[in-house]
């Protein structure tokens, strides 16, 4: 596997003819497109915004040659196995298959700046859907965003998300637990920190992927219904992150955080 930053000067000594489709790689190239995949249409498509140049799709193999031969650039089957997807050589063989993986689910999600493990988990959820496992996938992106709740109640609320706990049957008083993800997301919504009209998605994600740790409520998870819960933790990780959603009214410091009707019955676990 080559070093970006050897390939980029390997880039810059070559000379593709002016004007031609392969001079509009090498610049793109240089600026960084290639640091995620990119379909042939991706390419051309760029090369039109950002040059003002129109080639036909199929000349994209072609001019892609001279980089493949260089080591700069690899190319690797879609998903949808119509066409490559094209990345840079300096990319890990698991970089490379989550970012086709978000291509694929046309999911285009920047996760810089989250916490470490939650980019991890969404990024793993991405993986195993590439490699076909349904399950898992929805497991890791349900963990993802379960993570990235309990992150932001801790950095809004300056605490840990934990409630008091009372018998279903009696209202006997049991200590305080954890809260749960419907809890939290209900909590994320009440402070517009994600919008309510998100609330089925969040059903869909939090029922659906819960089978990993609770398998007595894990459905047959096959690859529409793991695509839906991926696609659903994608736009709810994507709202949870957005800029400005830190800086939203908040209750103050140790405030309890309210529920709807009916929340307060969950099971004593925090997921």
């Not at 995620?36 to 051309?44: E, F, H, K, Q, V």
């Not at 993570?147 to 998300?161: D, N, V």
């Not at 908040?250 to 925090?270: I, L, S, T, V």
């Amino acid at each position: 596997m080559i070093d970006r930053n050897e390939a980029l000067a390997k880039a810059r000594a070559m000379q593709p003819r002016p004007g031609g489709l392969g001079a509009y790689i090498r610049e793109l190239l240089l600026g960084g497109f290639f640091d995620s995949s990119a379909s042939s249409r991706d390419i051309i498509r760029a090369v039109k915004e950002q040059f003002g140049r129109r080639f036909p799709v199929t000349y994209v193999p072609t001019y892609m040659k001279p980089y493949l031969e260089a080591g700069l650039l690899r190319a690797q089957e879609s998903a949808d196995k119509r066409s490559n997807a094209w990345f840079g050589a300096w990319l890990a063989e698991s970089e490379a298959t989550r970012r086709l993986a978000a291509g694929h689910l046309r999911i285009k999600l920047d996760t810089t700046g989250w916490h470490p493990e939650v980019a991890e988990d969404f990024q793993l959820g991405l993986a195993c859907y590439t490699s076909k496992l349904w399950k898992p996938a929805a497991v890791m992106v349900r963990r993802a965003y379960e993570g990235a709740l309990i992150a932001k109640f801790r950095s809004t609320e300056g605490r840990e998300p934990e409630k008091q706990g009372t018998c279903p049957k009696c209202g006997t008083a049991l200590g305080k637990r954890p809260l749960s993800i419907t809890d939290l997301h209900y909590w994320a919504v009440g402070l517009g920190l994600v919008r309510e009209k998100m609330d089925g998605l969040s059903v869909l994600l939090k029922d659906l992927g819960a089978g990993g740790a609770h398998p007595t409520k894990g459905p047959v998870i096959d690859p529409d219904t793991s695509e839906i819960i991926v696609k659903c933790g994608a736009v709810l990780l994507r709202d949870l992150h957005r800029k400005g959603a830190a800086e939203r009214s908040a209750p103050q410091k140790g405030a309890q955080p309210e529920f709807r009707a009916g929340e307060q019955r969950h099971e004593h676990r925090g997921s």
